[in-house]
């Protein structure tokens, strides 16, 4: 589903904030990026997401090459960004019909999963206000109810459950277990180790840029007993 051929980032100068990143995710897999900050982990996102270019290496999504075909390979994806920064004079429900519009979800689907996510998620009765009036977790909300809408494939967080109340991180949580279990593919970058632990099929950590570790978490924790915080502190202590 997603596919990291030595994909490698350089801002400014010599220094690679990602260096030769290969990574293979497959259909119906959760997938936890984890790393210190800094390491790597948005700006890879943001490559994968189209929204950075890579310096070198190859993205594909889905089988289509990112670089060459960035509109077909967009289609198989929805993202959370890091930050939840949107239209701010807008109302809640235009973004939602925007981004419905965007993936060519139809006017009887979009109305019935407008209703589900954000009843779910408790904002369905802040949508015809202005987004500008909501507050940082209301905002998150909205983003992530605009990027289930479409029902893609593969569905890209970025440290999504930063700012989330427990309830709303509850449900989240569910949701990316049942779009793996229907044969989707979820993406995520968290410092919430135990949870990453308890969710994810495999995990990456990212270190200085570099990939150090990806497998099963019972597999990278290597039979031990120690937590996973706890192999990571070890595998990054250089960081
Ligand atoms: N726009 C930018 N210009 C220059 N350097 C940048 C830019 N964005 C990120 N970097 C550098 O790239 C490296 C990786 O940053 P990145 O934001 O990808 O880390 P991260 O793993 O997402 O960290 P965090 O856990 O803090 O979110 C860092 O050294 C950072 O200083
Ligand atoms: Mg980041």
Same mark, same amino acid.
């Given at each position: 589903m997603l596919v990291l051929n030595k994909v490698t980032k350089t801002y400014?100068?010599?220094?690679?904030?990602?260096?030769?990143l290969s990574l293979e995710v497959a259909p119906g897999e959760i997938f936890g990026f984890i790393g210190p900050n800094g390491a790597g982990k948005t700006t890879t996102i943001k490559m994968i997401t189209g929204l950075l270019p890579p310096t070198a290496g190859q993205i594909l999504i889905n089988g289509v090459d990112l670089a060459t075909s960035p509109v077909a390979a967009k289609r198989n994806f929805t993202y959370v960004p890091d930050?939840? @920064? %949107?239209?701010?004079?807008?109302?809640g429900i235009d973004y939602l019909h925007f981004l419905a519009d965007m993936y060519d979800v139809s006017a009887q689907t979009r109305r019935v999963r407008i209703e589900q996510y954000t009843q779910l998620f408790g904002i369905y009765d802040f949508?015809? @206000? %202005?987004?500008?009036?909501?507050?940082h977790g209301m905002k998150q909300k909205l983003v992530i109810c605009g990027a289930l809408l479409p029902e893609a494939p593969l569905f890209i967080l970025d440290?999504?459950?930063?700012?989330?109340?427990p309830l709303a991180a509850k449900h989240l949580k569910e949701i990316m277990g049942k779009r793996c279990a229907a044969g989707g593919t979820v993406f995520f970058s968290s410092h919430l180790l135990t949870i990453v632990e308890q969710i994810c099929d495999r995990i990456a950590v990212i270190n200085q840029g570099e990939l150090i570790a990806c497998d099963r978490p019972e597999r990278i924790k290597n039979?031990?007993?120690?937590s996973l915080e706890e192999i990571f502190l070890e595998l990054t202590k250089d960081a």
């Open positions: 400014d100068g010599e220094k690679k904030a990602v260096n030769q930050h939840p @920064e %949107i239209f701010s004079a807008i109302r949508l015809g @206000e %202005i987004i500008q009036s909501y507050s440290e999504p459950l930063v700012g989330l109340d039979g031990s007993n120690h």
